[in-house]
């Protein structure tokens, strides 16, 4: 079986399950379109393999992603996507679509600031379920593999995020239980930062620094060996008015850190977030 079947699946990145309600709003909704272009892979010495010129690997991603407030401390959020695939690869050209991992989750705040303490950062404690609806890379169907849409398991985050001013971390434990194709539960991990820079009122840009690792899993009685990337996002932000933003983001797993038995790509989206104020 060819070294890619094993990689990063097309849609990964943990940041989502960090994704919550952080300002004076009682709800938000977002609206985004994200184009991301697969470079090659890492093999298991974190090597590099770049494709060739004929080669190509491109994801359409149409996201809709809902927050809302119930309490002063617990929200909770849904999300969802349509994904467009297209490959070519070995003089064929393969396009696939369908939806995409389906995401709901929810977040208490465990920790407060109502003090506006400098120093006293606020901590949530979150939970997310995600339901996949594309392929894995054990049963997809297409030789070109563009039914795989996301992670292809069922999974279970468990992120806490701390944040203060400017700065945002999230840790995140995941758990992928005993399911079709993967005869013994796993597990994987992620990390991100990110720092806000405000240039005016009304335009901010992050930067985001994500560490990705996936254990080894077991198919078939056959252990096969674990993943992991790191990820750079930058994304300004221009605040249209008090209830609109418009938001750009570039990705890429190529920048920084080894690699190892994963996806290397580069993606950008844009996006419109609409939120109702408390």
């Known amino acids: 079986m060819m070294g890619s079947a094993h990689a990063a699946s097309c849609c990964g990145g943990g940041q989502s399950a960090a994704s919550l309600i952080l ?82 989750g929810s977040f208490y705040e465990a920790f407060t600031n109502y003090s506006y303490s400098t120093w006293q950062p606020r901590v949530f404690l979150g939970v997310k379920v995600i339901v996949p ?34 700065w945002k971390f999230s840790v995140t434990p995941q758990y992928l239980p005993s399911q079709k194709n993967l005869s013994s539960s796993t597990y994987a991990f992620a990390t991100a930062g990110t720092y806000t820079y405000a240039i005016t ?26 993943g992991q990337y790191w990820e750079v996002s930058l994304a300004p932000a221009w ?18 850190g080894k690699n190892r038995n994963s996806a290397l790509y580069r993606s950008v989206a844009l996006g419109m977030t609409w939120a109702e104020l408390l």
């Open 133 to 166: 609806f594309g392929e894995n890379n054990f049963n997809s169907k297409k030789e070109l593999r563009t039914d795989i849409r996301g992670t292809g398991f069922y999974k279970i985050d468990l992120p806490t995020v701390v944040a203060r001013d400017a």
């Open 239 to 256: 605040a249209i008015n008090d209830t609109t933003m418009l938001n750009l983001n570039y990705s890429d797993s190529t920048l920084l």
């Open 23 to 104: 300002g004076d709003h009682l709800q938000e909704w977002t609206a985004s379109t994200l184009f991301r272009s697969d470079l090659g892979q890492s093999n298991n010495e974190g090597e590099a393999l770049f494709d060739g010129d004929n080669n190509r690997d491109h994801t359409f991603t149409y996201s809709l992603e809902y927050k809302k407030l119930f309490t002063e401390r617990f929200q909770s959020n849904l999300s969802v996507n349509f994904i467009q695939k297209e490959s070519k690869r070995l003089g064929k050209k393969e396009s696939n679509s369908g939806f995409g991992d389906l995401g709901v």
């Open 201 to 226: 009122d009304e335009i901010d840009v992050s930067g985001t620094l994500q560490w990705s690792y996936l254990a080894k899993k077991t198919f078939n009685s056959q252990s096969l060996i674990a």
